[in-house]
């Protein structure tokens, strides 16, 4: 299995903060990274697919980028709502396997 | 829209088997491939399996020998059985949808709003 590693694993922030997570693959995954957001209580969302990809709806401050092992999401300015547990998926090969969750809180 | 609604039992003794239903509104089920995912509490997700609407499978090699993935077009529906369960198959599961109707490489765009269930005598 590919496992995806996420860093950090949690982070403190403020509202209008330019926010960068990573995600490290164990072996190339070419660009098939999504990205998800995960509010309390809700199912996670679709951010991000195929590395750099913005899904439809989702704001312009998201971003994704990167390829083979490693990869980023960053958030220009963090808004309120952007408060989350943010998770990376690869789709290169099943088993499917999500990083472990980064929160983002308020600091 | 499409939209998409678990429903089944939310306790599960353990040694039985878990069924849950996917039903697919708003859209057709034909032409996309459907997943289920768990959460366990306060843990990350898992990917199940999945199923295209034509029948065929892909599970996790972690849980394929008590994993049965169905569809049921008629219905626009599809199903998870997971068989002989224990205290740790108790989770948030979801079911969703790829996003892109001919392949899951580009994520999953719609997502249930997730059952719990729960393993316990």
């Known amino acids: 299995d590919i496992q995806m590693t996420q860093s950090p694993s949690s982070l403190s922030a403020s509202v209008g903060d330019r926010v960068t997570i990573t995600c490290r693959a164990t072996?190339?995954?070419?660009?098939?990274l999504n990205w998800y957001q995960q509010t309390p209580g809700k199912a996670p969302k679709l951010l991000i697919y195929?590395?750099?990809s913005l899904q439809s709806g989702v704001p312009s401050r998201f971003s994704g980028s990167g390829s083979g092992t490693d990869f980023t999401l960053t958030i220009s300015s963090l808004r309120p709502e952007d408060f989350a547990t943010y998770y990376c998926q690869q789709s290169y090969s099943t088993p499917w396997t999500f990083g472990q969750g980064t929160k983002v809180e308020i600091k | 829209q499409v939209q998409l609604q678990e429903s089944g039992p939310g306790l599960v003794k353990p040694s039985e088997t878990l069924s849950l239903t996917c039903t697919v509104s708003g859209g057709s089920i034909t032409n996309y491939y459907w997943s289920w995912i768990r959460q366990p509490p306060g843990k990350g997700l898992e990917w199940i399996g999945y199923i295209y609407y034509s029948g065929s499978t892909n599970y996790n090699p972690s849980l394929k020998s008590r994993v049965t993935i169905s569809v049921d077009t008629s219905k626009n529906q599809f199903s998870l059985r997971l068989s002989s369960v224990t205290a740790a198959d108790t989770a948030m599961y979801y079911c969703?949808?790829?996003?892109?109707?001919?392949?899951?490489?580009?994520?999953?765009?719609?997502w249930g709003q997730g059952t719990t269930v729960t393993v316990s005598s």
């Open positions: 195929t590395a750099s």
């Open positions: 072996q190339s995954i070419s660009s098939f």
């Open positions: 969703a949808r790829c996003r892109d109707g001919s392949t899951c490489y580009y994520g999953m765009d719609v």
